[in-house]
């Protein structure tokens, strides 16, 4: 199964790498079972940014990917106008059985996940995920160690193979640049690069159509 998360996209944002997220998502597209928008899609919710997922939409049919798309909401605040679009594939949260185990993706802010004062955001989303262990959340299912969660929100990109919690970037200006423009995939058939986060530079390397 091949699974790609992109996250905090904030698509309408004035400042959004718009034309290198549409590079991203149509590189990768044709290769993808399913493509996980894992939150904060879009920034406002006004009219101009309604006209603007809207034609991502008509993008994504064009292009045939708008039946891989599963968006997971974050706030009305920043993802309010999703929910005028009834027939899209949504939900809080997105969760898969695969060869590596399950694979949970949540936007952070749904679980309380945020920065304290001195911590890091690997450490804060480590945090995270023990607590959910520990208590859970009603509209969540059970999340045990196995658990692979991918958490965004923080708009930090990391990877922590080991305790399973990784952050995806984000597609604004970001504190740390190494987090922006960043593609994760998941492809469980692959042994050597199981999860891996791309830059637009790795994607072009490894899907654009050789001719
Ligand atoms: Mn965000």
Same mark, same amino acid.
């Given at each position: 199964?091949?699974?790609?998360?992109? %996250?905090?996209?904030?698509?309408?944002?004035? /400042?959004?790498?718009? *034309?290198?997220?549409?590079?991203?998502?149509?590189?990768? %597209?044709?290769?993808?079972?399913?493509?996980?928008?894992? #939150?904060?899609?879009?920034?406002?919710?006004?009219?101009?940014?309604?006209?603007?997922?809207?034609?991502?939409?008509?993008?994504? +049919?064009?292009? /045939?990917?708008?039946?891989?798309?599963?968006?997971?909401?974050?706030?009305?605040?920043?993802? #309010?106008?999703?929910?005028?679009?009834?027939?899209?594939?949504?939900?809080?949260? %997105?969760?898969?059985?695969?060869?590596?185990?399950?694979?949970?993706?949540?936007?952070?802010?749904?679980?309380?996940?945020?920065?304290?004062?001195?911590?890091? =955001?690997?450490?804060?989303?480590?945090?995270?995920? *023990?607590?959910? $262990? *520990?208590? #859970?959340?009603?509209?969540?299912?059970?999340?045990?160690?196995?658990?692979?969660?991918?958490?965004?929100?923080?708009?930090?990109?990391?990877? /922590?193979?080991?305790?399973?919690?990784?952050?995806?970037?984000?597609?604004?200006?970001?504190?740390?640049?190494?987090? =922006? +423009?960043?593609?994760? $995939? $998941?492809?469980? =058939?692959?042994?050597?690069?199981?999860?891996?986060?791309?830059?637009?530079?790795?994607?072009? =390397?490894?899907?654009?159509?050789?001719?």
């Amino acid at each position: 199964m091949k699974i790609c998360v992109l %996250a905090d996209v904030h698509f309408d944002h004035p /400042n959004c790498y718009r *034309e290198e997220f549409l590079e991203a998502i149509s590189l990768i %597209a044709p290769k993808m079972d399913v493509i996980v928008l894992n #939150g904060d899609f879009l920034d406002s919710t006004s009219n101009k940014t309604r006209k603007l997922f809207e034609e991502f939409l008509e993008l994504a +049919k064009k292009e /045939n990917f708008l039946t891989k798309l599963f968006f997971v909401r974050s706030s009305s605040h920043h993802d #309010g106008v999703l929910d005028e679009f009834w027939d899209l594939a949504m939900n809080d949260y %997105a969760e898969f059985s695969t060869n590596i185990g399950k694979v949970i993706c949540i936007h952070g802010n749904k679980v309380g996940l945020h920065l304290d004062e001195k911590g890091s =955001e690997e450490l804060a989303a480590i945090k995270a995920k *023990e607590i959910l $262990i *520990e208590k #859970g959340r009603k509209w969540l299912p059970k999340i045990t160690q196995e658990h692979h969660v991918i958490f965004s929100h923080l708009h930090r990109k990391f990877y /922590n193979e080991r305790k399973r919690v990784y952050g995806t970037g984000c597609w604004i200006p970001a504190k740390d640049r190494r987090s =922006e +423009k960043v593609t994760m $995939i $998941i492809d469980d =058939e692959d042994k050597n690069d199981t999860i891996s986060n791309n830059t637009l530079a790795q994607l072009r =390397e490894k899907y654009q159509q050789k001719h």
